[in-house]
């Protein structure tokens, strides 16, 4: 009964505690966090790839872990585009109205100012990218290959930090606080991407520009045990 009573009070009185050291807490403390981005954009193409599909929009989500200045993440990307003229595909295919290109793969970011104040970001990585444009009932087709890409975005903070109180509870261990701040920005950005697919219909360049918005989640318990 002392055990069960003893419960009650750490679920009641845990987050008035909890945000009472997050008065005390320094933002410029919580060196690591996990992001979150999602937003669309506009992408054009270059090259021999522009004389069969020449542009579309985009819906693009990446997932990062971050480190005072530093990003690793992973990025998805799908390109919904116009159909210019019909690429060479086998007899028994037919084309797609509108091609989609989807891109896949990790990226490297470096910060220039204040992760928890409007900011730069500067990022390269490497996808793997799928321009579909042909099928044959449930069979889908088109070129492949690896993506450079190179990015850079203009971070801009909006609102105040949030404070919060997650819990988690599983069916051996008590319920437990994860106690964390979270940041809210509009991301303005512009990217190029050098297209070596496995086909020269499918080769070229990709420029594209758009705006995300972005999550960063500080964990306050985990800051705080580095």
């Not at 730069?120 to 492949?144: Q, S, V």
């Not at 606080?177 to 991407?193: A, Q």
Request: proline letters at 5%; charged letters at 15%; glycine letters at 8%.
């Amino acid at each position: 009964m002392n055990m069960i009573r003893s419960l009650i009070l750490v679920l009641l009185f845990s987050p008035l505690i909890l945000h009472a050291q997050y008065e005390n807490i320094a933002m410029d403390s919580l060196n690591r966090y996990q992001q979150i981005q999602i937003g669309l954009s506009y992408n054009n193409f270059n090259g021999e790839v522009s004389n069969f599909t020449k542009h579309g929009g985009a819906l693009d989500m990446y997932f990062a872990y971050g480190r005072n200045q530093h990003l690793f993440g992973f990025n998805m990307n799908v390109i919904m585009s116009n159909k210019v003229m019909e690429f060479s595909i086998p007899p028994d295919f037919e084309h797609y109205s509108s091609p989609a290109t989807l891109f896949f793969g990790p990226y490297y970011g470096q910060l220039i100012g204040d992760p928890h104040q409007s900011h730069f970001t500067a990022t390269i990585g490497l996808n793997y990218g799928w321009l579909l444009h042909r099928k044959d009932g449930d069979r889908i087709g088109g070129y492949h290959g690896f993506i450079p890409q190179i990015e850079f975005s203009r971070s801009i903070r909006i609102g105040e930090p949030r404070f919060s109180t997650y819990q988690f509870t599983s069916q051996f261990t008590p319920p437990r606080y994860d106690p964390s701040i979270t940041n809210n920005f509009i991301d303005v950005f512009v990217g190029y991407r050098r297209l070596f697919l496995n086909n020269e219909e499918g080769r070229g360049s990709l420029f594209s520009f758009g705006v995300r918005f972005k999550i960063n989640k500080y964990s306050i318990e985990r800051n705080l045990a580095q």
